[in-house]
């Protein structure tokens, strides 16, 4: 059987990895990260708009869905238009080889602004965690699919010890069952399937009902195009939404944030 798109993405992340640890060993970059001068900014607190659908609005460079999303990419210019737009929050995506994205990309980012940042990316090893912390994180991605239990509450734990928030992406009531009993607090589901990448916002939908507790803040991921959508999600409960390809083709970063801000969010309602 051939391997799916998210085999491929992991696949390449291990051997990754495993060079960035002969290049930094962890012991040293746990001493490099000791000392970064600044605190994590709440990711948690942003998302919370009484209300409100906040945004996260995201770098992205390129897809594998889609291949290159923006050819005159300019990463400053980005960054100061969310930062002016005030986006509640900012996602980098910093995965190389399948979206163009890179480290280097965050901690520029941490430096042209002081919104909360979240490194986009497949965090697959502890390694992962402090390289976050150290380029200036304030949050990162665990996927619920991509991770086994052990480890997904491990890494949950490893990035609030160091001051970080995990927004924990799901596909299927049993990933939100294990990212709720790793202890989560921040839920994610991806209306994309990261192994055909189909997307379908009736995700939200379906899956939002079993995070049953107010506590929890829930993000809605992928595939939202326009304030219809938002406005859709929103109905639905969620929290906020992430939005990447539809601001970066956009062609005015700053009024694309704007239309999608100010939508309203109904209450949760759990499954019986």
């Known amino acids: 059987m051939s391997e799916n798109i998210l085999e491929k993405i992991l696949r390449h992340k291990r051997e990754e990895v495993a060079d960035s640890r002969k290049r930094l060993p962890l012991e040293k970059l746990k001493e490099w990260v000791a000392e970064v001068p600044f605190a ?93 912390r150290f380029l200036g994180a304030d949050a990162l991605l665990l996927i619920a699919g991509a991770l086994a239990d052990e480890e997904l509450g491990e890494f949950i734990e490893t990035t609030r010890a160091l001051g970080m928030e995990a927004l924990v992406e799901t596909r299927t009531p049993d990933e939100i069952e294990r990212a709720i009993a790793a202890k989560a607090s921040i839920i994610g589901i991806n209306n994309r399937d990261l192994r055909s990448f189909q997307v379908d916002l009736k995700t939200t939908r379906e899956l939002i009902g079993y995070i049953n507790k107010p506590h929890f803040t829930v993000v809605s991921e992928s595939g939202i195009k326009n304030r219809t959508d938002v406005e859709t999600l929103g109905s639905y409960g969620a929290d906020a939404i992430l939005v990447g390809e539809s601001l970066m083709t956009s062609g005015d970063l700053q009024d694309g944030v704007r239309r999608f801000k100010g939508v309203g969010k109904a209450m949760k309602v759990a499954v019986v």
């Open 40 to 132: 994590p900014v709440g990711f948690g607190p942003a998302l919370q708009h009484p209300g409100e659908v906040a945004l996260i609005a995201e770098v992205k460079r390129r897809s594998p869905s889609r291949g290159i999303i923006i050819k005159d990419f300019n990463l400053m210019e980005t960054i100061a238009a969310y930062r002016e737009a005030e986006a509640d929050a900012v996602s980098v995506l910093t995965e190389r080889e399948f979206f163009g994205g890179a480290a280097e990309y965050l901690a520029a980012a941490r430096l042209m602004t002081r919104q909360p940042l979240l490194r986009k990316d497949f965090i697959i090893d502890l390694y992962q965690i402090y390289e976050s």
